[in-house]
């Protein structure tokens, strides 16, 4: 199992990243890098690239909206040439908050655009004569549209690898099938090994069942908050406001894809509370409503043993990748708690 960790991109990002060769004696192999209505991660990444050796860097993730496919593909091709073949191109749909309401695009059909970015990238990265007319994208574009005088045209570069792996962030069903149909890795959030299955476990098998054999296995990559210790329970409470607001805050009623999986997992009735508190303006009351266990299951805080059972649940539903928070005082104490999971893990 890999240990992955998400850079934190709010602040103090310099800072964070001088201390990555410490995560990476400890065992780290992977760090992801988000991108929201923040500054960008691209730039932040090519940092990472020139200050690492060894670890991994995902985008974690990039929207599939913000930029054209083949700008996507040529950023990842970038990336991947700076840090010598360590680049994972993590993209999602997003939501239509973030889309709509910050890069103002609209946001409509997220997944048959996920399919067409994801033909578009691998084009690109053999080095071959883009020609896609899809749906949602026309490269070039086709006689009538624009001046006329565009070419199908490939990549003046030799991208490092062919195939950049791709990994696609989704919790609905039918994204999650095209995950595994298409994706080298999927990435869900709110990741409850004993539901995965009930709630995922179809959509994971037709997508498989339609998957390239040269892909490989899926890489499961699974998010988890982790703290070890005897005495480190009331860390959980950290997590409840990021909870309350996807839950909560991520979309008007009916369209908020977090309240739907809080939903499927079991919490109907509290994620019908948390919705209506929080778009009431109530955050704090919304984050109080949020379930305990639901924080519990889906994090990695409590005694080594603890730990240990969750790891193995998270091994036995078919995690690959493990993406930690860790929640420890000091670097000190954080460096300490990547080289205990990567011991636990194994």
Request: proline share 5%.
């Amino acid at each position: 199992m890999r240990i992955g960790m998400a850079i934190n991109y709010s602040g103090g990002f310099k800072e964070t990243v001088a201390e990555l060769a410490d995560y990476e004696k400890a065992g780290l192999d992977i760090v992801f890098v988000a991108e929201a209505y923040s500054f960008d991660a691209v730039s932040q990444m090519g940092y990472i690239a020139a200050k690492t050796e060894r670890l991994q860097i995902a985008s974690g993730i990039l929207p599939i909206y913000s930029r054209t496919p083949t700008l996507l593909a040529m950023t990842a091709a970038g990336l991947d040439f700076v840090s010598d073949g360590r680049f994972t191109l993590g993209i999602g749909a997003s939501g239509p908050q973030v889309i709509e309401g910050f890069h103002g695009v609209p946001y409509t059909a997220p997944l048959a655009r996920t399919r067409e970015v994801i033909e578009i990238c691998r084009q690109v990265w053999r080095r071959e004569r883009v020609e896609h007319q899809g749906r949602h994208y026309q490269v070039p574009l086709p006689p009538g549209q624009g001046t006329g005088l565009g070419k199908a045209l490939k990549i003046i570069n030799h991208p490092v690898r062919p195939r950049i792996p791709i990994v696609v962030a989704a919790i609905g069903p039918k994204n999650v099938e095209l995950a595994a149909e298409l994706a080298e890795g999927w990435e869900p959030i709110f990741y409850v090994p004993e539901k995965a299955g009930e709630v995922w476990g179809e959509a994971l098998a037709a997508g498989k069942a339609k998957r390239d054999p040269e892909l490989g296995e899926l890489d499961v990559i699974a998010q988890a908050s982790l703290a070890i210790g005897d005495d480190v329970s009331g860390l959980l409470e950290f997590g409840r406001p990021m909870a309350a607001l996807y839950i909560g805050g991520m979309g008007a009623k009916g369209k908020n894809f977090y309240n739907d999986l809080a939903r499927r997992y079991g919490y109907e009735k509290e994620a019908e509370e948390i919705q209506d508190l929080y778009l009431a303006g109530k955050k704090d009351e919304a984050a109080a409503k949020v379930p305990t266990e639901l924080l519990e299951k889906q994090s990695l805080i409590g005694s080594e043993g603890f730990v240990r059972d969750r790891v193995q649940a998270l091994k036995e539903s078919g995690v690959t990748t493990l993406n930690v928070a860790p929640l420890g005082r000091t670097h000190e104490e954080r460096v300490r708690l990547i080289e205990q999971i990567k011991d636990i893990a194994g």
